[in-house]
T-cell receptor, first 115, second 110 residues
C-alpha cells in the first residue's frame, strides 16, 4: 500500500476562489482525519470520519469549510471562498478500527497558499 | 476537554548533548500518549507510544500521571534527530481521535 495519498501537494489560489483538497486513505482503515498545520497553532483537528460518516466537525473553523467522504477510499476538504488566513498545510490521516493505542498514518500534506 | 501543551516551540542543542522535549496534558480519563515526528520533507509519523515502553532511535518517554507529563528524552542528540516533534493524546470513546500539542522544533547543531 502506498500509504495515505493526498492531492495536490501544492496549491496556490487567489482569495475568493474555491479550493478542493483530496485524500485517499489506506485501504481497510475505518477512520479518516483532516488536520491543519500552521506555525502559530501547530496541528489542529478539523474533522474526522468513521466508516464514511462525519463524527466530529467541531474543529472546522467556519462555514466556508466543508468535508465529505462519499466512499471508503476518498475524501475531500473544500474551502469556499478561500481567504489568505487559510494558508497552511492540510494533512489527511487514516487509522484502523479498534480501541486503545492505534497509530494514525499521515499523508504528505497539501500546502495551500491563498494570495 | 483534553489539552496537550508543548511549552517550547524551538529547542536547539549541540550534537552529543542530552535532549528533553516537554509535553504536558490535561485529560479526565486514562491517557494514551504518543510522540510523532516530522522530518524535513517527510510525512508525520509515529515515533513511540507510552504503552509500549519502548526506545526508538534512542528516544524514550515516560508517562508521569502525577505531573501529567510525557516528556521525550534522548541522552545524546544526533544531527539526524533535527525535526518537528508533536506530542499527542488519544481521546478514548472518540474513535481514534488524536489531540496534538503545538509541536517543538528540535535543531541539533554539529
Amino acid at each position: 500500500d502506498a500509504g495515505v495519498i493526498q492531492s495536490p501537494r501544492h496549491e496556490v489560489t487567489e482569495m475568493g476562489q474555491e479550493v478542493t483538497l483530496r485524500c485517499k486513505p489506506i485501504s481497510g482503515h475505518d477512520y479518516l482525519f483532516w488536520y491543519r498545520q500552521t506555525m502559530m497553532r501547530g496541528l489542529e483537528l478539523l474533522i474526522y470520519f468513521n466508516n464514511n460518516v462525519p463524527i466530529d466537525d467541531s474543529g472546522m473553523p467556519e462555514d466556508r469549510f466543508s468535508a465529505k467522504m462519499p466512499n471508503a477510499s476518498f475524501s475531500t476538504l473544500k474551502i469556499q471562498p478561500s481567504e489568505p488566513r487559510d494558508s497552511a498545510v492540510y494533512f489527511c490521516a487514516s487509522s484502523p478500527a479498534g480501541a486503545g493505542s492505534t497509530e494514525a498514518f499521515f499523508g504528505q500534506g497539501t500546502r495551500l497558499t491563498v494570495v | 476537554a483534553q489539552r496537550v501543551t508543548q511549552p517550547e516551540k524551538l529547542l536547539s542543542v549541540f550534537k552529543g548533548a542530552p535532549v528533553e522535549l516537554k509535553c504536558n496534558y490535561s485529560y479526565s480519563g486514562s491517557p494514551e500518549l504518543f510522540w510523532y515526528v516530522q522530518y524535513s520533507r517527510q510525512r508525520l509519523q509515529l515515533l513511540l507510544r507510552h504503552i509500549s515502553r519502548e526506545s526508538i532511535k534512542g528516544f524514550t518517554a515516560d508517562l508521569n500521571k502525577g505531573e501529567t507529563s510525557f516528556h521525550l528524552k534522548k541522552p545524546f542528540a544526533q544531527e539526524e534527530d533535527s525535526a518537528m516533534y508533536y506530542c499527542a493524546l488519544l481521546v478514548l470513546n472518540a474513535g481514534n481521535m488524536l489531540t496534538f500539542g503545538g509541536g517543538t522544533r528540535l535543531m541539533v547543531k554539529p
